[in-house]
């Protein structure tokens, strides 16, 4: 994957098994969002093919929430552009809600949101659709203690059930929760070693 002259993405493989959360590391500007985005369609590689199986949720870093709607209005908004049953969005959401512990939040409008809370809201939305895999850049920026550690009580409950997580993280104590670290360095992915 190329930016003008400049080679963000070259020979970078990579295969997410199922039930596995897999972290993703590298320097600022090493091209991880960019995997990312050609990962889940939001950019066309270059050269290479990307192949896809299941539904995808992504969760981009800079929440993607539209701030003139409350939180439900956000889900049912998510839940049209999915395509989702009235019955079924609202029980995921309802599900979503009390697992990230923001519930109370439903009625607010976005704007008057904290900026956790906000970040909470787009890692629901992500979530909605119960995809099998889960690509998320940093999506717990912004994350109090305790909903961090919920996070990751959830993303085992979700790893339990079959779905693939990947996600960009920099937080060392994150490879306590994770089953594989692959490092992005020129262009490439290698696998890095678990700081237990």
Not at 73 to 84: K, P, V
Request: glycine share 10%.
């Amino acid at each position: 994957m190329a930016f003008g002259k400049r080679m963000v993405l070259r020979a970078a493989d990579l295969e997410l098994g199922r039930g596995l959360r897999v972290g993703l590391v590298g320097e600022n500007g090493a091209g991880k969002s960019t995997l990312l985005k050609v990962l889940v369609g939001l950019l066309q590689p270059t050269a290479g093919s990307v192949e896809r199986r299941g539904r995808i949720g992504y969760c981009p870093q800079e929440p993607l929430i539209v701030d003139g709607l409350t939180v439900d209005e956000n889900f049912q908004f998510f839940a049209a552009t999915y395509g989702l049953s009235d019955e079924l969005w609202q029980a995921q959401a309802a599900f979503l809600l009390e697992s990230l512990h923001f519930a109370s939040d439903r009625h607010k409008p976005v704007s008057l949101l904290s900026g956790g809370t906000a970040q909470k809201l787009n890692l629901a939305l992500s979530l909605l659709h119960d995809p099998d895999i889960l690509v998320l850049d940093e999506p717990y920026s912004g994350f109090d203690w305790a909903t961090y550690q919920r996070f990751w009580e959830l993303a085992q409950t979700l790893c339990a059930a079959g779905k693939s997580i990947l996600i960009v993280s920099h937080l060392i104590y994150d490879h306590s929760e994770l089953d594989r670290v692959l490092s992005l360095r020129d262009g490439q992915l290698f696998e890095a070693e678990l700081a237990r």
